[in-house]
């Protein structure tokens, strides 16, 4: 009797296990849904388009200020990005394919944690502005006694370390955000993929459009609202303002605000399974439309029976790659199309970065409306070329063939839009720099009145008189400063007044630079989804994936990665006045040349674009003439750059519908680049 009743025991608490298993699956099925996982991964597209695409952009020339930083120097963090996704996108789509969402959701912590490290140097290397640090109660004004300033070059050692420390932080954080970055297109695409019926998969696909698309203007938007806060979020030390060469705003606040919801949906995704019940009917019907026209239901069942057996190795994989891969590299078209976009890659990517800068350093406005300006015209420009892009091609119904000549045509009015970036105000009329006007009189009372000597390239306190620049108050030879006023008196040796800031420029070229940079903006994304087609389109069925794969990979190596560095190193070129710390170690550049600036700008963009579109119309007038040596074929989509398929009627069916899911899958990752 015991022992039945020891049994009955262990049997019914076998049974209460059991029920609670099956409860707690059954939970876990109702809340890891598709639409709940579709809902995560949007969040992951926003935090990483605002990151990427807003705040990276908008904070660079603080960080320069910061911790005084070169263009070319700063450049490097946008590229270390795109080299981390580059390298990494392929790994991540081979040994990442098991385990989607779990993938994903480490990339997203690899992310945040990569967030945190890039806004880790304020806090431990960030130092207080050097009026606040310095000269506070002096404002360096013309000390008309003796004294010493010995006690300033003590800090020169900790000053050079601490901004080799920043940078080593920066760039580590960079490249983790690129790494956390990779699984958002690849692994978090083809999972919503799978878990959607394809006939609305679109729509779902559609909404994360929308998403990529908006989530970089509001990182403008807040970019900007931040760099407008003071960075200790406090107030700002006496007589520091926005408009003030020495401004740093909390440039880290976003970076912070992504990392927050990095983290919380990247440990959200760690909890859902593989595959979700979903997947298989999906599969099915993905199957049953891609087959059932050619093979018949026979043909989905074997179909179906062989998806099981597939081997998924490294040695299968990449036995199967170099095939496609010598067909994509000797196909001549696909090459120059590849060749010709990547020019637009690296002009994209070099003013994405140094936009903001420029705009800043043109016409006089603070970094945080420069990022309003910069954000506010250049994603609806982007988006609007981007959709009418996608209007030509579907109702124009364009083929390959018409597409790569649609996209030679448009770069040819690229390069005429973007003659509007020659708009340029003049430059600063700094004294002992390059003046335009007699500042003898300040000079020489400078000499006379100051009996210590004025700071020379380790401050810049510009003040104004009369139209020209005075690096400090000193050099102008003030005297005496009213709060009140933000005013200094007594200066150039009589009763003179400056005013706190650089001279305004009087520039009325601001509107006009808007309306052509609206226009460059649009023309070069009118290129995105024609480019997309001719992509597609010009490569065999099977060489699809390789090529789409290989663009990417182009496109950030040869593209997004030097575009930075070599503008970046153009607008260093351009300077007048850098910053020198106490160790005469050269730091961020203070005032430019405006009209080299721009002009470098130029230079490079229409160098650019003009070999991109010859390498466009080369490739267009070979598929032509390879498409002529095919006549006697009526043209199809089965005409890969000249190259016949023996295809039926029922392969074309699937071939379309085949192209219009790679379309949806590809043009996300390109809307991220």
Same mark, same amino acid.
Request: aromatic share 10%; glycine share 8%; proline share 4%.
């Given at each position: 009797q015991?022992?039945?009743i020891?049994n ?5 608490a ?28 949007c ?19 603080t960080?320069q200020v910061e ?36 993938? %994903? +959701?480490i990339?997203?912590?690899? =992310? ?5 490290? !890039?806004? $880790?140097?304020? #806090? ?17 004004l ?110 880290? %606040? +976003?970076?912070l605000?992504?990392? =927050? ?5 990247? !440990?959200? $995704?760690?909890? #859902? ?7 298989e ?27 099981t057996?597939n ?40 003013f994405a ?6 705009v800043e350093?043109?016409f ?12 506010g015209?250049?994603v ?9 892009s ?14 790569a000549?649609w ?21 600063l ?21 100051c009996?210590v ?13 009369d139209?020209i ?71 065999k ?6 090529a ?23 607008i ?16 961020a ?5 405006n ?11 229409m ?7 010859i ?16 006549s ?38 390109n809307?991220?680049?």
């Open positions: 015991h022992y039945y020891t009955n025991l262990r049997n019914m076998s049974l209460a296990v059991s029920t609670s298993d099956d409860e707690m699956k059954e939970k876990k099925r109702r809340i890891f849904t598709p639409h709940f996982y579709f809902f995560l991964w969040g992951c597209i926003a935090a990483q388009s605002m990151l990427v695409s807003g705040f990276l952009n908008v904070v660079l020339t960080i911790f005084q930083m070169s263009s070319a120097k700063a450049a490097l963090f946008p590229s270390n990005y795109d080299i981390a996704v580059a390298v990494t996108v392929l790994v991540v789509a081979h040994f990442g394919s098991s385990h989607k969402p779990r993938t %994903l +959701g990339g997203m912590i690899l =992310l945040s944690t990569g967030a945190l490290f !890039f806004a $880790l140097p304020h #806090f431990i290397y960030g130092r207080d502005n050097i009026v606040e640090a310095k000269n506070s109660d002096k404002m360096y013309c000390e008309t006694s003796d004294s010493t300033n010995s006690e300033i070059k003590s800090d020169c050692l900790d000053e050079t370390m601490g901004n080799s420390g920043a940078y080593t932080l920066l760039t580590i954080g960079s490249i983790l955000i690129g790494l956390g970055a990779s699984p958002v297109y690849t692994a978090g695409t083809t999972f919503c993929d799978e878990i959607f019926s394809p006939l609305k998969v679109s729509v779902y696909f559609g909404i994360s459009y929308g998403i990529g698309a908006v989530a970089p203007a509001v990182g403008y938007i807040l970019g900007g609202l931040f760099l407008g806060f003071y960075k200790s979020l406090g107030e700002p030390p006496e007589g520091l303002t926005v408009d003030n060469a020495n401004w740093v705003g909390a440039w880290w %606040l +976003g970076f605000i992504c990392a =927050l919801i990095g983290y919380i949906f990247g !440990f959200l $995704l760690l909890l #859902f399974p593989a595959q979700l019940p979903e997947c009917d999906v599969k099915r019907k993905k199957l049953e439309l891609n087959i059932q026209i050619a093979n018949g239901e026979e043909g989905v069942s074997k179909t179906l029976q062989g998806c057996n081997d998924h190795t490294f040695l299968a994989l990449l036995k199967d790659m170099l095939p496609l891969l010598k067909g994509v590299l000797m196909n001549p078209v696909f090459v120059l199309i590849v060749l010709g976009s990547i020019t637009d890659s690296l002009i994209i990517s070099a970065a140094w936009l903001p800068k420029m350093s043109q006089g406005v603070s970094s945080s409306i420069a990022a309003y300006i910069t954000g015209v250049t609806p420009g982007a988006a609007g070329g981007i959709i009418v996608g209007i030509i091609v579907k109702y124009r119904k364009l083929n390959g063939l018409q597409c000549k996209q030679a045509f448009i770069g040819l009015v690229c390069i005429l839009s973007q003659l509007g970036l020659l708009i340029h105000c003049p430059t009329n700094i004294d002992g720099i390059n003046p335009q006007a007699d500042t003898s009189k300040c000079s020489a009372a400078s000499a006379t009145t009996k000597a004025c700071p020379e390239n380790d401050v810049y306190e510009p003040v104004c008189i139209g620049t005075y690096t400090t108050p000193c050099t102008a030879a003030c005297t005496s400063y009213n709060a009140t006023s933000s005013d200094f008196y007594d200066c150039c040796g009589a009763d003179t007044i400056a005013t706190a800031g650089s001279c305004d420029t009087q520039c009325k070229w601001l509107i006009p630079y808007i309306i052509c940079l609206f226009l460059i903006m649009f023309f070069t994304f009118l290129n995105n989804v024609i480019f997309l087609t001719v992509n597609l389109r010009c490569v069925d099977s060489e699809r994936v390789m789409i794969s290989l663009q990417s990979v182009a496109f950030r190596v040869f593209g997004a990665f030097p575009g930075p560095i070599i503008l970046g190193a153009f260093d070129k351009a300077c007048i006045l850098w910053n020198e710390n106490e160790c005469g170690e050269k730091g550049c203070q005032e430019y040349n009209s080299e600036l721009m002009t470098g700008a130029v230079t490079m963009a160098i650019a674009k003009i070999v991109g579109t390498l466009y119309f080369i490739g267009w007038r070979l598929w032509a003439h390879r498409e002529a040596q095919n006697s074929i009526p043209y199809s989509d089965d005409v890969k750059c000249g190259v016949v398929t023996n295809a039926v009627t029922a392969d074309n069916e699937s071939d379309d519908l085949e192209l219009k899911e790679d379309l949806s899958k590809v043009e996300l990752s809307i991220s680049l």
